[in-house]
Structures are given as C-alpha cells and as structure tokens.
Nanobody, 124 residues
Framework: QVQLVESGGGLVQAGGSLRLSCAAS????????MGWFRQSPGKEREFVAT????????YYADSVKGRFTASRDNAKNTMYLHMNSLKPEDTAVYYC?????????????????WGQGTQVTVSS
C-alpha cells in the first residue's frame, strides 16, 4: 500500500515562498506520475500541478503558472512543490497524490493514492 505524507505547509505573508514536500513509501515511486491538488473551505478540490514519472513533463493550473514549480527526486521518493509570489487566494489544504501510471493527469479521479494534506495560509 502506497503512503504519501505531505510537509512544509504553514503561514506566510503575501509575496512569500514555501516549499511543500511529499514523501512516498510502500510502492515503486519511479513508476508513478504525481500530482498536487488543493482545497479551500466551501470549494471543490482543484488541480494545481502534475509531474510525470521522470520529472521532465509538468503541467500547471493557470492560476499558479509561473509561480509554482513541481519537481521530484526519485532517489529520495519525494516530490516537491516550490511556491513563490504567494497570494491570499492560494490559502488551502494542499494534497499530493500518485497514480499507477507514469503519465501526467489533471483530474482527481485519475489518481489512486492520496496524502492527508498540509495547510498553507497566506496572509495579506
């Protein structure tokens, strides 16, 4: 059973930066495409970013393009989300996820495993 654990969330002022990490265990990390989603109160979970098995292909939501960067270290079974120029509207619980295929996906139902989430709060 694959387990995903997010870390790195917290409180930051608008314009600041955070780096989220997602540590995977119990599976073959290098075979999975990975994703980041977020959910804020009263809203549906929304796609943020996805990265393929090798890390060479990434896609982003328009709302974060140019500010967020997804990366992965397959030797460490870890994926990252580097978030810059944070805005109050980025406030949400951020979830990492993995799918049993190496190609990227933007829909939540394409993913097979989910972490518990980490809170990111951006103050104005």
């Amino acid at each position: 059973q694959v387990q995903l654990v997010e870390s790195g969330g917290g409180l930051v002022q608008a314009g600041g930066s955070l780096r989220l990490s997602c540590a995977a265990s119990g599976g073959t990390f290098i075979s999975y495409a990975m994703g980041w989603f977020r959910q804020s109160p009263g809203k549906e979970r929304e796609f943020v970013a996805t990265i393929n098995w090798r890390g060479g292909i990434t896609y982003y939501a328009d709302s974060v393009k140019g500010r967020f960067t997804a990366s992965r270290d397959n030797a460490k079974n870890t994926m990252y989300l580097h978030m810059n120029s944070l805005k109050p509207e980025d406030t949400a619980v951020y979830y990492c996820c993995a799918r049993n295929r190496g190609v990227t996906a933007r829909a939540a139902n394409e993913y097979d495993y989910w972490g518990q989430g980490t809170q990111v709060t951006v103050s104005s």
